[in-house]
């Protein structure tokens, strides 16, 4: 009898405590909002397939008053025009490359600069950790919500004139890089023609010549289909490039702070789910990739000690563009994360 009691009363409390918890949940202060949320690549992408979970997450924790609008493959512009949009209020979110974001903040470079992690574990350390958060929060002062960090992956150099074996191979090939004047300090000292492009521009230009050359991940590399205008992959994995979650200030600011807790709560498990996605179809896109034609080789270790020698000097001279105390305060959070 005692023990049939017990029962009832325990089944009795979890359901007051269940109910008081769809209360809460209920009278959370949630409008409507729109959101349109653009990112680079096509649907089909990884990024695509993130931003689509993203959607469902924030209708799922809003009880579908948070509807999110996806637009992939640029359809709402590049990079910098998209953070200009949102920075201007006529756009609300977007993913994209943190390289874009040193026009409006230099800190933001230290993400391009080559060689820094050993492993994708280590960069979700750093990123993830006060140092990473702490970028973050400097871009509010610009007009941007930095949210979370997704990955992109570590880059590697794909060409249509030859494999890129040693450094000297790299020697007059037209190479597309990022918007980013470290970027074009880099390959030039090693050698490459650097052509700085949007994204958007890329495949045309690849299939049309104007560049021999790209370098992204292989993921990347899969989805926009450069197998169709590239022959080599060399696996010079020079630099772990992540990507970023943005919202713009003027609209963060209108949430309360139970939307807010929402957008924060998706983002974070879309990040969650892009880098597990990310890891496991980087395996799938190197079988994928040799199937559909290209050379894939790897650098040899002396080679890629010559590279690193030359990002040491491009590091070197980025201590007086980035700041001194933001170089130390990163190669403080990796020794962090390497133990």
């Known amino acids: 009898m005692k023990k ?62 948070f509807k999110v609008k996806a637009f992939g493959g640029a359809s709402l512009g590049s990079d910098i025009q998209m953070q200009n949009a949102l920075i201007g209020g006529a756009q609300e979110m977007m993913v994209g490359s943190t ?31 006060p140092y990473g958060q702490k970028l973050l929060d400097n871009l509010q002062d610009q007009g941007l919500v930095g949210l979370v960090y997704w990955e992109n992956g570590f880059r590697n150099m794909t060409n249509s004139k030859r494999p890129i074996e040693k450094m000297s191979d790299m020697d007059g090939v037209k190479l597309r890089v990022m918007q980013n004047p470290m970027y ?12 700085p492009m949007s994204f958007s521009e890329l495949f045309t230009a690849l299939e049309t010549k104007a560049v021999d050359g790209q370098e992204n991940p292989v993921t990347t590399i899969e989805s926009s289909k450069f197998y169709e205008v590239q022959k080599y992959l060399s696996l010079t994995q020079h630099v772990y490039s992540p990507w970023i979650v943005l919202m713009s200030k003027s609209f963060w600011d209108k949430l309360n702070d139970d939307e807010k807790a929402i957008v924060m709560q998706a983002a974070r498990d879309s ?61 403080a959070a990796i020794a962090a994360a390497k133990q």
Do not use: C
């Open 271 to 331: 990040r969650d789910f892009e880098r597990k996605d990310s890891r496991e179809q980087s395996v799938k896109a190197m079988a994928f990739l040799k199937e559909h034609g290209m050379e894939i080789n790897e650098v040899a270790p002396e080679e890629l000690a010559k590279m690193r020698e030359k990002a040491a000097a491009v590091i070197q001279t980025q201590a007086s563009v980035l700041g001194q105390d933001t170089l130390d305060g990163l190669n």
């Open 184 to 195: 074009l300090d880099l390959f030039k000292s090693m050698g490459a023609n650097a052509v």
């Open 4 to 65: 049939t009691m017990l029962k009832t009363l325990t089944a009795a409390a979890l359901g007051l405590a269940l109910g008081v918890s769809a209360v809460s949940a209920s009278a959370a202060d949630i409008s409507t909002r729109l959101i349109r949320f653009g990112y680079g690549l096509n649907q089909d992408s990884k990024q695509g397939r993130a931003a689509d979970y993203f959607v469902q997450r924030m209708s799922e924790l809003s009880g579908g008053k």
């Open 99 to 129: 390289s874009t974001l040193v026009g409006i903040d230099k800190r933001m470079g230290v993400w391009d600069l080559p060689f820094l992690f050993d492993s994708a574990e280590q960069a979700d350390k750093v990123l993830d950790g």
